[in-house]
């Protein structure tokens, strides 16, 4: 098969869709039919989509599972499988990352809730992007992005987020790290992992041997010019109790001596996923953890 090579920009309708619906896959894991035609082809059609994973699933490349639904409408996720994988292990647009095919339609099942609400948070990125005249593409969104914080533990962001902001000739670049919540976890696991980021803002990675390099700073510094802001995206549960969870968020920055430390250097927030998706992501919708009126994520 021919082989496969997207640049790191957003999709171009000249570049071949499938290509693009296999790079997609690779990138998020797991995409409804509806997701991928606003990640790829917001202003194309259903049925174009459609066709493209039909014909990618004849030939061994993809495969989905049949999301529950009351309305039995009969969404299909679709996801890669070991065979798309293989195909797409090179791809310049996933930097290095190896793709995660998923084996079977019931490992499938165990991630896609989760999953599809990361991708509905991207989306809302992208649209807000696109409205505004700033980037932000399929490929500026990486999943389940795995840190040391030191003593053989790791943090694992569910999504790093990139974002230029274009002002006339100004161009300003923003990195989140995003958490999506689901209400499936209690609210003191979910502020938990505030300390964790806490400790990734501190942690220094030891060398090898007794010499110590003067002034190696921070280990996040490998990977980012400055430390990303921490963004929850919540959802799954009633507005009060979504109000509830962000208030632990806050009484986590005002109690916990190293995320009060945290705070003083990166911006918190925290917003409901339907709100994102209702009013756009540079809405006044995010609220600071450090205190403070609701604002703009890139205001926080």
């Known amino acids: ?145 795995s840190h040391s914080i030191g003593e053989g533990e790791r943090i694992v962001a569910d999504a790093v987020l990139y974002y230029t902001v274009v002002e006339s000739e100004h161009r300003r670049k923003l990195r989140a790290f995003v958490e999506v919540d689901r209400t499936t976890m209690s609210s003191e696991r979910l502020a938990v992992k505030l300390i964790e980021y806490a400790r990734l803002f501190q942690y220094e990675a030891q060398p090898v041997g007794r010499r110590r390099p003067a002034a190696a700073g921070p280990a996040w510094l490998r990977w980012y010019p400055v430390f990303p802001r921490v963004l929850f995206v919540l959802t799954g549960a009633s507005r009060a109790r979504l109000d509830h969870r962000m208030s632990d968020l806050q009484a986590m920055v005002a109690q916990h001596p190293l995320v009060a430390a945290l705070a003083r250097e990166v911006r918190l927030g925290a917003a409901v996923l339907e709100d994102i998706e209702q009013h756009g992501p540079a809405q006044a919708v995010w609220v600071p953890l450090a205190g403070g009126k609701p604002r703009p994520w890139t205001e926080l």
């Open 1 to 145: 098969m021919t082989s496969l090579a997207l640049s790191t920009r957003a999709p171009s309708p000249a570049e071949p869709l499938r290509h693009q619906v296999l790079a997609g896959l690779a990138q998020h894991r797991i995409a409804t039919t509806s997701q991928l035609r606003r990640m790829l082809r917001p202003d194309g059609t259903r049925q174009l989509l459609s066709r493209v994973l039909t014909k990618l699933r004849s030939d061994g490349f993809v495969d989905c599972t049949v999301l529950p639904d009351a309305n039995r409408t009969r969404t299909k996720a679709w996801y890669l499988t070991q065979e798309g994988a293989r195909l797409t292990r090179d791809l310049p647009v996933l930097r290095g990352r190896p793709p995660y095919p998923i084996t079977s339609d019931t490992a499938a099942s165990l991630k896609t809730s989760h999953t599809l609400a990361v991708v509905r948070a991207h989306l809302a990125f992208a649209a807000d992007a696109r409205r505004l005249g700033h980037e932000h593409g399929p490929w500026d969104w990486t999943p389940e992005v």
